[in-house]
């Protein structure tokens, strides 16, 4: 019986302590990026129900939390969320005193940190300010420095802590090309580091500080391209991942195209990569697994498996608790967006800028020459494929007119510089025709350009000009297709000329770089050129235009053309049906 005892007693100690060992632990880590404004499955500017949204993403959160317990899941935003849709418009300018709904929508969802994109520095500081600090979590940007202290504006980066005892370290980066697109003002007292140097540092600190488990990199900058000078890459996330040790997952964005891959880092390790793209339409998900272990009398994890995968919310349904509690905003926006300001006789279109003179591109050019009285005025198209119809003209219509919150800008440029400038724009979006079967535009070979469109390059850099008449010959090489015949006015173009051009702010900024690389103005001397900037945004003084004139009837000035016709206008008709279908 003694014996027995004993035994009995030694085996219920084994079990005790077999069941005792702790077990490995699951996480999910999440993503969304470039939400811009996609909140609801209400697009404030068609007034029409798109697919998508944050109401989407929330169902599939809930999901993910009910099935997997709360600690295990993070969520993560990283940036440019504060522009897209009339609902940021109305919270970050019309009615700055309540909640901005970048923070309320957030907050509701349960958000662990977030990073800050160049679409919400583009607010200005009055607005990006007030939401970092209206959020219930910590807002990221290790390479965003205050130059007063030298030290980053925002947190480097944080510790999650949850219920499952692992420590999960996000670092956010900001992509460091922001001076190339945004005027001093907007970000004063800011400075954007190169994001690898960055990383590296950051990356020591908290090893050492912090010890997590898990590393992960939240960057709002595009995996590979973009901007590259001589001390900085716009879009560097591929390097980081490579280059600097330590990262188990690299979250990005801002180049609005989805990605799932696994590299290799120098020291041999795999770093997921992952991008969501835009508008709330996917996620990006890691899910890893970690095993406990004892680390001097300390419980520590580490990464036993890791995956990748993008998760389509585009025909979720949308999280009903989610809907009724932001019905009151939603309802507020929309009776400030469908405010009628006007009439067009006749519908525009944006995809007629592509092929020459639009009524679309024109009406812009027409309002920018009336606001400015500039001798000559540039704009691209900012929309793929929009439309506003004839009949009532409302506020939301002018987020289809005008993208964008830039402001309008006068500058003094000579006649060579004018005609430089539109050169790398055609180059831009121009094929060299060698027959009369090529393609007329410059389109993408790729199948994953989901930011352009089709086209080889971003078309909202494809500038054409008003106040001028002139010939794009698309059989010429790249430099020499733009023949300037005369002012519009009929007076003569002089090359030697100043004039004043009528730009937008990015433009001015040198935005698109068709001033510097293409006009050949130093980037430094662009500030000196500019003779006039509006106080409110572009789209606020064309809607005030169009209040004035009431009824419109917009048409294309017929200014400009690509030649040889015999060749470019069946060219078009081919290139706008694959690209249209039409």
Known sequence: MKLSTIALTIMLGLS???????????????????????????????????????????????????????????LLDNGDILQGQ?????????????????????????YDAATVGNHDIETGHEVYDKWFKELNFPILGANVINTKTNKPYILPYYTIRKGNGIKVCVIGMLTPAIPNWLKESIWSGLRFEEM?????????????????????????????????????????????????????????????????????????????????????????????TLSPKTVKGKRRYTLAKATGELVDV????????????????????????????????????????YFGNSAFNDLILDLELKITKADIAFNAPLLFNSSI??????????????????????????????????????DLWCNTMKSPDDHLLLLSDTQNDAQRLGFKNFSFNF??????????????????KVR?????????????????????????NGGGELLTKGAGIPRDSLKSRIIWES?????????????????????????????????TVPAAARDRKLLFGE
């Not at 940021?88 to 929508?105: D, L, M």
């Not at 879009?235 to 990262?247: L, R």
């Not at 926006?333 to 944006?350: A, C, D, L, P, R």
């Open 16 to 74: 005790s302590s077999t069941m005792a060992q702790p077990k490995d632990i699951t996480i999910r880590l999440v993503e969304t990026s470039d939400v811009h404004g996609s909140f609801f499955p209400y697009n404030f500017i068609t007034r029409k129900a798109k697919s998508g949204s944050m109401a989407r993403v929330y169902t599939l959160i809930e999901e993910l939390r009910k099935k997997n317990g709360k600690e295990n899941i993070y």
């Open 86 to 110: 009339p609902i940021s418009y109305y919270y970050n300018y019309v009615a700055p005193e309540k909640t901005n709904i970048a923070a309320s929508v957030l907050n509701y969802m349960g």
């Open 196 to 288: 690898v140097s960055c990383a590296r540092r950051t990356m020591a600190e908290v090893k050492a500080k912090e010890k997590p488990d898990v590393i992960v990199g939240l960057f709002h900058s595009g995996w590979d391209g973009g901007i590259k000078t001589a001390t900085y890459d716009e879009d560097a996330s591929k390097k980081v991942a490579q280059e600097v040790p330590g990262f188990d997952v690299v979250f990005f964005g801002h180049d609005h195209t989805p990605h799932n891959s696994v590299v290799k880092n120098v020291s041999g390790k795999d770093v997921i990569c992952l991008d969501p793209a835009n508008n709330a339409q996917r996620i990006a998900m890691a899910t890893l």
């Open 314 to 353: 585009k025909e979720l349904k949308a999280d009903e608790a989610f809907l009724k509690h932001f019905q009151s905003e939603i309802d507020d926006v929309k009776t400030w967006s469908e405010q009628v300001i006007g009439k067009f006789e006749n519908t525009i279109y944006t995809k007629d800028s």
């Open 389 to 426: 119809k004839a009949g009532p003209v409302t506020i939301a219509d002018m987020f289809n007119l005008y993208k964008y919150e830039n402001n309008l800008c006068t500058m003094r440029l000579t006649g060579k510089e004018i005609r430089k400038h539109l050169e790398m724009s055609y």
């Open 463 to 480: 500038d054409s000009a008003a106040g001028i008449d002139y010939e794009v010959d698309v059989t010429k090489p790249d430099g020499e």
């Open 484 to 508: 300037i015949l005369r002012m519009s006015n009929g007076e003569p173009f002089d090359e030697n000329k100043w004039y004043t051009v009528a730009v937008n702010s990015y433009r001015a």
């Open 535 to 567: 106080p409110k945004d572009q789209r606020h003084y064309l809607m005030e235009e169009i209040k004035k004139a009431g009824v419109m009837n917009p048409q294309p000035h017929n200014n400009w053309k690509f030649v040889p016709e015999e060749w």
